[in-house]
């Protein structure tokens, strides 16, 4: 069997029919169907990555399947924490106090539901409000504490979530969201993400430090200054876990960047996603897709029937 991909932009043209050979694992030709081309992304993110190194079929279903997801609880309450964090440097510093900040949590909440309606669907059984109100309570708890690892009326963010981009020599983008810069007067930076959930267990602080390296070497390439310090901060367990980044680890992170990068386009190329079961596919959405759990991932790339309706999705 031919093996051939084309290579028109993701979400873009269609093309003459391929789909994969799932026996084969290859790319194949159908006559007559039309399909979405599916061509690496230009651009990789810490989270596209990171589902990558978790389960190559995973990100395929993210990125170039694009199934849809439902919101769950702990991810959206922690939209919700990041979006009071963020609101509360809005006030002068002497009123940034945790009473202040727990009273912004139900506006917070009414404005994720006006711009994210789907997350409406989490409560939908939930008549008498019970489960919304200790979701809530959760929600005041988680931001209490954060006024036990850090004083925001000590404060000034430089920037408070701060979308940065960035184009490495090899034509591979870098983009993502920093929660918090905090620049010193000496001009030293500090990268700050906070976390809803509890601290990593030391043999996968690694792991966590990741995203955080990946953003120093956004800044890095940007404003040519390697961040003094990353921070990552865990509302879930109250704990602060710091690392000062060299330039050596940057350029770590930027090579295997590079061959995450090589290894996507490869996948792409030649329709191998291949499943890589852990305990986190307890948290994946995609089980019913999945081979590990007797599913059957859709034909690749898509049919063009698939897209949504008025075209394909961008
Ligand atoms: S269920 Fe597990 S193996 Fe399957 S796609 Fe999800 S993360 Fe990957």
New binding site residues.
Partial sequence: METSIDGAAEGGAETAATVVDEAAGAVGTVPGAAVRAATAPASLSPSRAGDFM?????Y??RVIDRLPEKPSEAATRGTLVHAVLERLFDAPAAERTAPRAKSLVPGQWDRLRETRPEVVELFADDPDGERLARWLAEAERLVERWFTLEDPSRLEPAERELFVETELDSGLRLRGIIDRVDVAPTGEVRIVDYKTGKAPRPEYAEGALFQMKFYALVVWRLKQVVPRRLQLVYLGSGDVLTYDPVPADLERVERKLLALWEAIRLATETGDWR????K??G?????A?????G?TPPPYPLPVAAAAPGGVRG
Avoid: A, S
Avoid at 275 to 278: A, E, F, I, K, W
Avoid at 283 to 287: E, G, I, N, R, S
Avoid at 289 to 293: D, L, M, N, V, Y
């Fill in positions: 978790q389960c190559p079929l995973l395929r279903f499943p890589r079961p852990t986190l596919c948290w994946c959405d995609h089980q897709h999945c081979p590990e759990f599913g």
